[in-house]
């Protein structure tokens, strides 16, 4: 068997023999390419009266039957929503933080649909989400709080409120939330972050676990919000100083909370466990709890281009930045103005919401064109996500990572060398970190085809 193209494929089998004997089967196969998804973005400002073409070189380096182009038009930055809706709709892997990181958007699903670019019956898109709440909830230990992976390992503080976030989230949306489970995890936000009195590094929890619990209506925790302010403020992220504002804001707190909005540029910031931040995770962050707590419409502006800048500079993202930004992204949506266009012949508008169009390569291939038929200039967000056609140069971005392959008597495996049908062979890998600093990594080696793992233990 060849494999000449990515997608599913079938084979079909017949067997005849004596005494009538006819057999018939067909078989399914996944066809997956050796490489994973790769995303190219670009923004383009478009005057009124003024047009823009696109066409295939959008995606040449990309596997033609692999590519997706999404492309969102609107006077505002929605950070391409299609790619980010995307990206977290595949994702594969399920601990705490990336479960609630893919299940946060869908969500949003009756607002985001038509950037999504998704098949999906929205019912089934909410039953998805409704598997996600049960599996959230399978992470949570017997005193409230919730762990990495399952009910037993160490209460993960950032994790905790950020899971409870979502839970909050998710009620308001309908969805099924057992109000026990929901007390209790609140209740160990108070009681195991708010209320402990020694300061650590998973102390950055605890604006967060006061921003939740504001939301869900607790009172309590006005002296704790103060005394941060007012004496912990210094110590604190940028995202979790709006976390901070917010909890204020929403307390009654307006002068403290505009205190810690002062400072309007997001700064610089290393990678840091605890709480799973980024310099562009905290800016989308920020933006999304300012514009849901009703901040200054010019700051908020402000933030957004700033946010805009960052993504477009990222080649890669984590989950927590795609979900942050999804969130921002569906902030920005309700703060559009009007926006009139023709895309591919087609007028649409005005309209207050960004337009969301997704062509096809067919579409491409003729030229696919953009007009701006509004009176303000528009921004537009094209990205085009696939395989790669030829294999990616190695890189080192922090990590260096190599794999080798040798025979049970430790033969080393040349490289491009046949492995032969039967045989068994042990997969080495080994890595190793360029910083001495504690991090929280995925090491992912794709099973190529023709191999099995003999114990998956």
Request: aromatic share 6%; proline share 5%.
């Amino acid at each position: 068997l060849e494999a000449t193209g990515t997608g599913i494929a079938e084979v079909a089998l017949s067997l005849t023999g004596p005494g009538d004997l006819s057999l018939q089967r067909r078989f399914a196969l996944t066809v997956r390419p050796a490489q994973t998804v790769q995303t190219e973005r670009r923004t383009v400002w478009l005057a009124p009266g003024s047009m823009l073409r696109l066409d295939p070189a959008l995606s040449s380096d990309l596997r033609p039957e692999t590519v997706r182009t999404g492309v969102t038009v609107g006077t505002a930055p929605t950070f391409d929503l299609p790619h980010l809706l995307g990206a977290l709709y595949r994702y594969p892997y399920g601990c705490l933080e990336q479960t609630v990181s893919t299940a946060m958007p869908l969500l949003y699903v009756d607002d985001l649909a038509a950037y999504a670019g998704q098949d999906e019956d929205p019912a089934e898109l909410r039953e998805r989400v409704q598997k996600a709440i049960w599996r959230i909830l399978n992470m949570q230990r017997s005193d409230g709080a919730f762990s990495l992976w399952d009910a037993y390992g160490p209460a993960e503080p950032w994790l905790s409120a950020y899971a409870l976030d979502f839970l909050s989230r998710a009620r308001e949306a309908g969805l099924a939330v057992p109000d026990g489970a929901y007390a209790q995890g609140l209740d160990w936000l108070k009681s195991g972050i708010v209320e402990q009195a020694q300061w650590t590094a998973d102390s950055v929890a605890r604006p967060y676990a006061l921003y939740v619990l504001a939301k869900a209506g607790r009172t309590d925790i006005v002296g704790a919000a103060r005394y941060l302010a007012d004496n912990r403020a210094g110590r604190l992220t940028y995202g979790a100083r709006g976390h901070l504002a917010a909890t204020l804001a929403r307390l009654g707190e307006t002068d403290r909370a505009a205190k810690l909005l002062a400072d309007t540029d997001v700064p610089a910031r290393d990678w840091w466990r605890h709480d799973y931040g980024t310099r562009l995770r905290d800016a989308a962050l920020r933006l999304t709890v300012l514009t849901e707590t009703g901040g200054d419409s010019k700051t908020i502006a402000s933030l957004a281009d700033q946010v805009a800048d960052l993504a477009a500079k990222r080649r890669w993202l984590s989950t927590q930045e795609m979900s942050w930004l999804v969130l921002a992204a569906k902030a920005m949506i309700q703060r559009q103005q009007a926006v009139t266009a023709e895309i591919d012949g087609r007028l649409t508008g005005p309209q207050t919401r960004p337009i969301a169009a997704f062509p096809t390569q067919e579409q491409l291939e003729r030229g696919y064109v953009i007009s701006n038929r509004g009176g303000d200039t528009v921004r537009i967000a094209v990205s085009s996500t696939g395989v790669p056609t030829s294999p990616l140069p190695p890189e080192t971005q922090g990590f260096t990572v190599e794999r080798t392959i040798r025979t049970l008597d430790g033969t080393l495996v040349a490289d491009g060398a046949e492995l032969v049908q039967g045989e068994r062979y042990v997969v080495l890998l080994n890595g190793s970190s360029e910083a001495a600093r504690e991090h929280q990594a995925l090491l992912v080696d794709l099973l190529p085809a023709g191999l099995e793992i003999e114990n998956t233990r």
